[in-house]
């Protein structure tokens, strides 16, 4: 938590510091050793290592599930930007929307919106950049959530960048057009910004994120009652993921999701 604390502040160094000495002395439960690995990535960028930062960004996708992988995800989007690989940038920040979507929890919508601002301005999509960042502006005057100080210096030169190639009165019509969007309204933008790279509606890649992670949970021999409390929702939620599960895979029992699943891993 002081790790993550220190680079919310802007201090990557002091990030660095703290993280890693939790990893040695805290036990490695599910929950502290998130807090512990989490800005390990984002201060690796900071410090210009991208090598060490996709490894850490790994590692964290890797050991989270849930809300915590939903933050992973936009972390390793922002190191991909970083060792200039839009394709996997966008996987992850797509996947990470599309996690926030399905769980109704926006406390890092703005900054996957930021994210993805940055990844299509980069392929001329400049007017839709600056919706986005009008959208992701509006999302924090309502909700209060303000963007990590460290990354601030970054995000004032990319918006530059946008409003100097737009202009500054188309800039500002496409800020206004997106900061108008309700969230609903906005991740609806967002998400149908993915075109002909959307999801397919059946087979193993059509799954999402979290139910991906209800099918992880149920192979580990969880009951419906357990994944729910791994995942923080109630039963009822999870034998609603998995009914799209099976739907999806064309199955009918956990033995099949099982098999099925030893196939993809």
Known sequence: MLGLAAFAAGDPTAARIASEKALHHRVPEREPLTLSLAPLAEVATACGEPAEARRWADTVVSKTSYWHLMRALGTRARVALAQGEPQKAERDVY???AMATDMQAHLMTPDLFETLAMLVARTGGEREAARLYGAAHAMRQR???VRFKIGDGEYLQHVKEVR???????????WDEGAALSTEEALA??????GERKRPASGWESLTPTERDVVRLV??????REVAAQLFVSPRTVQTHLT???TKLGLTSRVQLVQEAARHT
């Open 95 to 97: 996947d990470a929307l």
């Open 143 to 145: 909700t209060g959530v």
């Open 164 to 174: 100097t190639t737009l202009g500054d009165n188309d800039f500002e019509m496409a």
């Open 189 to 194: 933008y967002a998400q149908r910004g993915r």
């Open 219 to 224: 192979c580990d021999g969880l009951a419906n």
């Open 244 to 246: 799209h599960v099976y």
